[in-house]
């Protein structure tokens, strides 16, 4: 396991010591994480002695990372890909959002008397599913409802998006996944959760409003495009959103840009999961500005890449 730390201390923020209370994303890979820039940031901005690690943890160790995150008195975890869906077995209990979106991206450790002594306990948070609605709204300007979406992906991103999706109503949802097992029982769940949306696995055989990635393709600078193009042109798609924000421009955005569709990464995505993740923790309000700020300066201006 490997630790990366970005941003360890920022001005005016208290010094570590014993009461530093600290969180971290665990992910495989992690490299490209820009969410200790984000929550560091805001940690010094409001004063608070809190500090935000980010850890390589293989799926292997997941849960011995978990736990020992919760015996160091750590006060909550973000977890990214691949670990998304293993936690939802992992953790003592679920916040109804990471049941209703069936997979977990934020922990928080918290106390519970039982049988008179204190326990720490882990409880999951799904903080994407809101993200990805204010993400798409803020940076496409898109309506949703009754929208056209090809959604690339089935994993622990995938999935929640699809749900959501869903419930905001979109036209039709077409679901494609490199293991297609997968995308079925995506839009298994999503007839049972929601039997008036229409859903469809496999490419559309027309436009549509948006294109999402939520494959992990992309995070490294020779994996090949998350879609076929003998099956899907881009030229399609009237938008399309990227979940990936490092590198900043996928070699999916260029493509969609050069076709002329309206793109956008994933950063607003993670702003608002970070956001709300750093409410869950602290119980205070995120500053938002100060944490896109920080994200931005991470991304954009920092030498920083990927694996
Ligand atoms: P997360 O929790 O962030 O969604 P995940 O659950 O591991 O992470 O999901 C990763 C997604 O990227 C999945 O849709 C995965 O496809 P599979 O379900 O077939 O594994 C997709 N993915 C990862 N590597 C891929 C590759 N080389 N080619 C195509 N899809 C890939």
Known sequence: MAAYKFHVFQPGQPAINAD??????????????????????????????????????????????????????????????????????LVDALDKSARKWGAVNTIRFESAGVDGRAKIRAVGFNTDADAIVAALREDLKLELRRARVLL???GGAGRTAALKLAAEKVAELFLVNRTQSKARAVAAEIKRQFPSQRVTVGYPESGVDLLINATSLGLKPDDKLPLNKKRFSLDQARAV????????????????????????NGLGMLLHQGARAFEIWTG????????????????????????
């Open 20 to 89: 530093t209370r600290f969180c971290a994303v665990y992910g495989f890979p992690i490299r490209h994480s820009a969410s200790p820039a984000m929550h560091n940031a805001a940690f010094a901005a409001l004063g608070l002695n809190w500090r935000y690690l980010a850890f390589e943890v293989h799926p292997d160790d997941l849960r011995a990372a978990i736990e020992g995150a919760r015996v160091m008195g750590f006060a909550g975890l973000n977890l990214t890909v691949p670990h998304k869906l293993l936690a939802l077995e």
């Open 152 to 154: 690339l992906g089935a």
């Open 241 to 264: 959103y990227d979940m990936i924000y490092r590198p900043a421009e996928t070699a999916l955005l260029k493509a969609a840009r050069k076709a002329g569709c309206q793109t956008a």
């Open 284 to 307: 205070k309000p995120a500053p938002l500005g100060v944490m896109r700020r920080a994200l931005e300066a991470e991304v954009y201006q920092s030498t920083v890449h990927g694996p």
